[in-house]
């Protein structure tokens, strides 16, 4: 049981160049949630899919796209990078949208955009 | 909107001291209360959860926390902590979103423990 994997582990962009993060999940949960997690800040919500099927901007989405490929993958697009955009990024997977479920967290992704 | 504040960015402690790691909250109404840890370069991973029932939780690790409704907070204790309880602290709250009707999941900043020998 991997739980939560993410691809990569490092980036290094220029501004104005696009990616894509890959989130996966092996646990079968219907919720899944990108996060970007800045020094001070805590970690801030940036989409979230309740449900396969179904996405919804989160705290922070301006920038950014996702596709729930399916259950078990959400993928995080960065379009046209910028410096601000430089950040931890975490997916997580629940088993379900109600508050009450604990939320497993992928090793992240440390995005540059120089 | 909910806000959580967690009092101390940085917890300097020695070895086998007690800690506690603040966390105050703003939302009045049903809240569930959560503490996460994260080690250096890993995921975030639950410690514990407050939902209902008993104030006083016991999480993985020795931790405990206690909620507070009247003082809204929901401080989390170790009475003797060791060196590999290194690491950041985050409380989270989950409240309804008035704008979606869905629960919500708010972090704090973040509280770093470091234990020193």
């Known amino acids: 049981n991997a739980g939560v994997t993410q691809t990569p582990k490092f980036q290094v962009l220029k501004t104005g160049q696009s990616m894509t993060l890959q989130c996966a999940q092996d646990?079968?949960?219907?919720?899944m949630y990108w996060y970007r997690q800045d020094p001070g800040m805590g970690l801030r919500l940036i989409y979230y899919?309740?449900?396969?099927?179904?996405?919804d901007k989160g705290e922070v989405p301006n920038g950014y796209n996702v596709s729930r490929l399916n259950k078990r993958e959400f993928s995080l697009r960065l379009e046209s990078a910028a410096p601000s955009q430089t950040s931890v990024y975490f997916c997580?997977?629940?088993?379900?949208?109600?508050?009450?479920?604990?939320?497993?967290f992928g090793p992240g992704t440390r995005l540059t955009v120089t | 909107a909910q806000s959580v504040t967690q009092l101390d960015s940085q917890v300097p402690v020695f070895e086998e001291a007690p800690v506690e790691l603040r966390c105050n909250y703003s939302s009045s109404v049903s809240v569930y209360l959560f503490w996460y840890v994260q080690y250096p370069n890993q995921g975030l991973q639950l410690l514990l959860k407050y939902l209902s029932g008993s104030t006083l939780v016991k999480g993985i690790n020795g931790f405990e926390a206690e909620f507070n409704k009247s003082q809204t907070s929901f401080h989390l204790r170790k009475p003797s902590v060791h060196i590999s309880d290194t690491a950041e602290y985050f409380c989270?709250?989950?409240?309804?979103?008035?704008?979606?009707?869905?629960?919500?999941?708010?972090f704090g900043s973040g509280t770093r423990l470091q234990v020193q020998p």
């Open positions: 899919s309740a449900s396969e099927g179904t996405t």
């Open positions: 646990m079968n949960h219907n919720s």
């Open positions: 989270a709250v989950s409240e309804v979103s008035l704008d979606t009707g869905r629960r919500a999941l708010t």
């Open positions: 997580a997977s629940s088993d379900r949208w109600t508050g009450t479920y604990e939320q497993y």
